[in-house]
């Protein structure tokens, strides 16, 4: 059975050193190196982890060699392009919506984030989905580490 490909944002590696979201975002990092699901980035979250504290850029560094790395190219930003002209978000969340252009583009199985505000929200996946299907891609599931994370079980 093909793995769980999961693209991961920024804000999952920092709530890793974050008391209200270590738990689960550590939970997930577990099964990134167990390998129960494939770890999926991009040159946007890798420049946005150049900026963060260092214990988020060493975590990242450790688990960036298993990885999938996406790039940003011109279907991409097309994707990116139709999202502002729908005003899924604003300009100045421009990087928000490039990472799920790269994940709908690249067919990832899940997007998981703690953006509560921009991504891991009802009503942005829905106006991002409508975009996605508008154009020909697939619906992209979006959820919290919490949704995501095995914790070890097999259930």
């Given at each position: 059975?093909?793995?769980?490909?999961?693209?991961?944002?920024?804000?999952?590696?920092?709530?890793?050193?974050?008391?209200?979201?270590?738990?689960?975002?550590?939970?997930?990092?577990?099964?990134?190196?167990a390998?129960?699901?494939?770890?999926?980035?991009?040159?946007?979250?890798?420049?946005e982890v150049?900026?963060?504290?260092?214990?988020?850029?060493?975590?990242?560094?450790?688990?960036?060699?298993?990885?999938?790395?996406?790039?940003?190219?011109?279907?991409?930003?097309?994707?990116?392009?139709?999202?502002?002209?729908?005003?899924?978000?604003?300009?100045?969340?421009?990087?928000?919506?490039?990472?799920?252009a790269?994940?709908?583009?690249?067919?990832?199985?899940?997007?998981?984030?703690w953006?509560f505000?921009?991504?891991?929200?009802?009503?942005?996946?829905?106006?991002?989905?409508?975009?996605?299907?508008?154009?020909?891609?697939?619906?992209?599931?979006?959820?919290?580490?919490?949704?995501?994370?095995?914790?070890?079980?097999?259930?």
């Amino acid at each position: 059975m093909k793995q769980l490909r999961v693209y991961v944002d920024t804000s999952v590696f920092g709530g890793c050193f974050d008391d209200e979201f270590a738990e689960w975002s550590n939970a997930l990092m577990d099964d990134f190196r167990a390998d129960r699901c494939d770890l999926v980035v991009s040159d946007v979250t890798a420049a946005e982890v150049a900026a963060a504290p260092e214990p988020v850029r060493d975590l990242f560094s450790e688990l960036i060699e298993g990885a999938r790395n996406l790039h940003v190219t011109s279907e991409v930003l097309d994707l990116l392009g139709a999202y502002e002209s729908h005003n899924v978000l604003g300009p100045r969340f421009r990087s928000d919506m490039l990472h799920i252009a790269l994940a709908t583009v690249a067919e990832v199985d899940v997007v998981v984030s703690w953006n509560f505000r921009h991504i891991v929200r009802l009503d942005k996946i829905r106006l991002f989905n409508g975009v996605n299907l508008e154009l020909g891609y697939r619906s992209l599931s979006i959820y919290s580490p919490r949704e995501v994370a095995s914790h070890g079980t097999e259930d």
